[in-house]
């Protein structure tokens, strides 16, 4: 089973550069999502998805770009990386349309540092 | 936009012993779900319990449990008999029931990392 798989798992970028981290889950999961975990701050909300085409914002959503053309995949970019993008990224997904019962299912991550 | 806070950033437990984890919340709605995630050193989040609102009875899975307490607005997690492979950052996790807009959005606290003495 392969759950939610989340490409690469570490990456360091330089400053301006751009790149997109890949998201994939085999589950038909309505709800996907984009966190970024830093020390202290807990998990904060980039961007998600309620099903293909339809994307929002979350929390920290300045410097990220998503889109959901299908139901498996949710890529997030980066448009042209700072510093302060240095964190952990997380894609998760989960059933929404049945309520609130369902967990969320989390990728293994990506490490990513911007020099 | 609910809160959720963890107020202990770090705790330890010696191999053996019994520790709880607290967390508390900030809601208006009735009906949601809460849920304790633990992420070890290996980086990967791992579902640990869930709680439905609407039930008194305390979830347990194995050596963790939970003390749900509706009206005070806490959810702790008990986890007893320590062992070291539960040394990990916990994070606590609420999902309302009635935001299918936001896709019952998840709200996370800031986690508690557990050190396990042995």
């Known amino acids: 089973n392969a759950g939610v798989t989340q490409t690469p798992k570490f990456q360091v970028l330089k400053t301006g550069q751009s790149m997109t981290l890949q998201c994939a889950q085999d589950m038909n999961h309505e709800y996907m999502s984009w966190y970024r975990q830093d020390p202290g701050m807990g998990l904060r909300l980039i961007h998600y998805?309620?099903?293909?085409?339809?994307?929002d914002q979350g929390e920290v959503p300045n410097g990220y770009n998503v889109s959901r053309s299908t139901t498996e995949d949710f890529p997030l970019r980066l448009l042209s990386a700072a510093p302060s993008q240095t964190s952990v990224y997380f894609c998760?997904?989960?059933?929404?349309?049945?309520?609130?019962?369902?967990?969320?299912?989390f990728g293994n991550g990506t490490r990513l540092t911007v020099t | 936009a609910q809160t959720v806070t963890q107020s202990q950033p770090e705790m330890s437990v010696q191999e053996a012993e019994t520790v709880t984890l607290s967390c508390t919340y900030d809601?208006?709605?009735?009906?949601?779900?809460l849920f304790w995630y633990k992420q070890p050193p290996s980086r990967q989040m791992i579902l640990v319990i869930r709680?439905?609102?609407?039930?008194?009875q305390n979830a347990t899975e194995n050596r963790f449990s939970v003390n749900f307490q509706k009206a005070a607005k806490s959810f702790s997690l008990k986890i007893s008999d320590s062992q070291l492979g539960d040394a990990a950052m916990y994070f606590c996790?609420?999902?309302?029931?009635?935001?299918?807009?936001?896709?019952?959005?998840?709200?996370f606290g800031t986690g508690t990392s557990l050190t396990v003495i042995p």
């Open positions: 998760a997904s989960s059933y929404s349309k049945a309520g609130a019962r369902s967990p969320l299912h």
């Open positions: 809601t208006s709605e009735s009906d949601y779900y």
């Open positions: 996790a609420y999902r309302s029931e009635l935001r299918p807009d936001t896709g019952n959005q998840f709200y």
């Open positions: 998805s309620v099903g293909a085409g339809i994307t």
């Open positions: 709680q439905e609102a609407y039930k008194q």
